[in-house]
């Protein structure tokens, strides 16, 4: 099944649970990319859909999400490491930090 809107985004990893899919992408910002520095500019986003009817999504309320969503938490953060459990989900960041 091809996901749209996940088109403009190389997908690095992809995790599932038992009714709920976390995935890590990334974005080039052209803005901040030159020719010289490949490479750079590339931003980390991090999706979500499926059912969140134990928060498992990282999104506000507990509706079935059919279309992946960026969870925006994670705009700013460094993430290493991500994974599901039948209804919950782990995101490590750093070495210790987890979500």
């Given at each position: 099944?091809?996901?749209?809107?996940?088109?403009?985004?190389?997908?690095?990893?992809?995790?599932?649970?038992?009714?709920?899919n976390?995935?890590?992408?990334?974005?080039?910002?052209?803005?901040?990319?030159?020719?010289?520095?490949e490479?750079?500019?590339?931003?980390?986003?991090?999706?979500?859909?499926?059912?969140?009817?134990?928060?498992?999504?990282?999104?506000?309320?507990?509706?079935?999400?059919?279309?992946?969503?960026?969870?925006?938490?994670?705009?700013?953060?460094?993430?290493?490491?991500?994974d599901?459990?039948?209804?919950?989900?782990?995101?490590?960041?750093?070495?210790?930090?987890?979500?």
């Amino acid at each position: 099944m091809m996901i749209v809107s996940l088109l403009n985004f190389r997908i690095n990893d992809v995790v599932s649970g038992a009714h709920h899919n976390i995935c890590i992408g990334t974005t080039r910002d052209v803005s901040k990319t030159k020719s010289s520095d490949e490479g750079k500019g590339k931003e980390t986003i991090v999706f979500s859909w499926g059912d969140n009817e134990f928060g498992q999504l990282a999104q506000e309320g507990d509706e079935f999400s059919e279309n992946p969503k960026i969870i925006e938490w994670f705009n700013d953060k460094i993430l290493k490491k991500i994974d599901c459990g039948q209804n919950h989900s782990l995101f490590l960041l750093g070495r210790t930090i987890t979500y």
